[in-house]
């Protein structure tokens, strides 16, 4: 299985950039991660795989929240590590400590949207799940 890098995110135009850049129908998980975060340092190598088998289907990124405290306030972070779905420029879905099963699960399950159906971007409100 091909394992990648996870690019960090470093400030918030780049953020935004990248953001703007879901409109075009492909989605972007952003992991919101602390070096300190056991869950993450435990599951940073899987996640990399799942990276990597799915990049086809999704842009993995990663902010740390220590570093980025303006980015994970906007997001409303509060718990570790947390993703959030982005899509047709806008959070679609947000993912709270999930284990590996759960995230492919979502992934997949925005993807086959997105995929099936342009306009599902336009379709995602505001507002969003939150799954534990």
């Not at 996870?6 to 703007?20: A, F």
């Not at 409303?76 to 759960?102: C, N, R, S, W």
Request: include cysteine; proline fraction near 2%; glycine fraction near 4%.
């Amino acid at each position: 299985m091909k394992m990648i890098d996870i690019k960090d995110i470093s400030t918030q135009t780049e953020y935004e950039s990248l953001v703007d850049e879901t409109s075009s129908g492909r989605i972007m998980i952003i992991l919101f991660y602390a070096n300190w975060c056991g869950p993450y340092k435990a599951a940073i190598s899987q996640i990399a795989k799942l990276a990597g088998e799915l990049e086809d289907k999704c842009y993995f990124y990663k902010i740390n929240v220590t570093e980025n405290e303006e980015i994970t306030k906007l997001c409303q972070i509060i718990v570790l590590p947390t993703y959030l779905v982005y899509a047709g420029g806008k959070v679609i879905d947000m993912i709270v400590a999930p284990g590996l099963e759960k995230l492919r699960n979502k992934i997949d399950f925005h993807h086959k949207h997105t995929k099936r159906n342009q306009r599902y971007n336009n379709k995602c409100s505001t507002s969003y799940s939150i799954t534990y």
